[in-house]
């Protein structure tokens, strides 16, 4: 029986030995799959690293851009606000002539109608220069009496039927700017 035990020993110790030896096989294996997936994963890491700098870059340079524009148009917007009543002034210095000619010839006229014509002459290009920024009179005289459009500073028995609920008299003018009402006519309302 020795020798059996002995042969049963031999054979268990080339058993482990073979085990041993796809173990350590299976082990290189399992370390190259280790090395191949750490590579994988140093490869992915890598290229999720070059993509998250590349779109870093990107929204910097967005930001920076976005930042750029806003400046500049503030500084536009400015600029604007500066010289946006010059083309209005500048047009208007040749009515504003006129009337220093009108008030000098007052001073010597001796023809009064010399001096309404010239009046006149003042209202019209006043009047045009308005017209010419979209600027008009709101018509109220005779008119039913329209809370979008006038604004009553008292009410007085109507001269007739008729005129119930209109405007009797204008107190001031109003005047729109391209259908925004700019200032309402004051008026007087028949009852």
Known sequence: MAKKEVTDNNNENTK???KDKQTSGNTKKTNETKKQNNKNTEDKLKELEEKYNELNDKYLRLVA??????KRTLKERMELIKTAGEDILVNFLPVMDNIERAKQSVDNAKDIEAVKEGINLIYKSIS??????GIEEIEA????FDTDLHEAVTKIPAPDENMKGKVVDVIEKGYKMNDK???FAKVVVGE
């Open 16 to 18: 482990n030995i073979k």
């Open 65 to 70: 851009e976005y930042d750029n524009y806003r």
């Open 128 to 133: 045009d220069f308005l017209k010419d920024r």
């Open 141 to 144: 005289e005779g008119e039913v």
């Open 181 to 183: 009402i700019l200032r």
